[in-house]
């Protein structure tokens, strides 16, 4: 992973759709460098945050990081409903970050790389419902419009400097 001009560990922002293939490339991509992983999965406050894990990661762990600082999240207790606990971020480590609203033009500034994973819809939806079953199906409609409305406000995908085909990708997940 490069570094930046300032020699800090860098940042790789993934993003793409809902089983796009994100966490496989992330995870693949974060064992391969020595990088921590942080997956908005752990930080979106409920069904309808992707919104607020966004702003959240951006001011508690982006530009901390960027001033040299360690950053600090707050995860989300998926099975009680509530915020859970908080986590670091270390300064000195290098970092990827991977979920639906993990690139925006301000994210992207703070961080020293952007990917995108593009996957048609229809194997995107079959792959999601067989990772995460009928709870993400029920909500399918409900976490797409989220991802519709951040890709019309944020344009995730003119923000990366690389594109990644999900389908090469070849989730089992």
């Not at 930046?4 to 966490?23: E, H, I, N, Y």
């Not at 797409?144 to 070849?170: C, K, S, T, Y």
Request: proline share 5%; with cysteine; glycine share 8%.
């Amino acid at each position: 992973m490069p570094s930046s001009a300032d020699d800090r560990p860098s940042v790789t922002l993934v993003d793409g759709r809902s089983g796009s293939g994100k966490t496989t490339w992330a995870t693949a991509l974060a064992e391969r460098s020595g990088a921590r992983l942080l997956s908005l999965d752990e930080v979106y406050p409920g069904w309808d945050g992707l919104e607020a894990a966004e702003a959240h990661v951006i001011a508690h762990v982006l530009v901390p990081l960027s001033e040299g600082r360690d950053g600090r999240y707050r995860t989300w207790d998926w099975a009680a409903s509530r915020p859970g606990e908080w986590r670091s971020a270390d300064a000195a480590a290098p970092l990827v970050i991977e979920g639906c609203g993990a690139l925006s033009p301000v994210s992207r500034s703070l961080a020293h790389h952007g990917v995108w994973i593009e996957l048609d819809d229809t194997l995107r939806r079959e792959r999601a419902i067989a990772r995460d079953g009928a709870a993400f199906a029920r909500e399918w409609r409900r976490w797409a419009r989220q991802e519709e409305w951040h890709a019309l406000r944020h344009d995730p995908r003119g923000q990366a400097d690389e594109i990644v085909d999900g389908a090469a990708l070849n989730e089992s997940r």
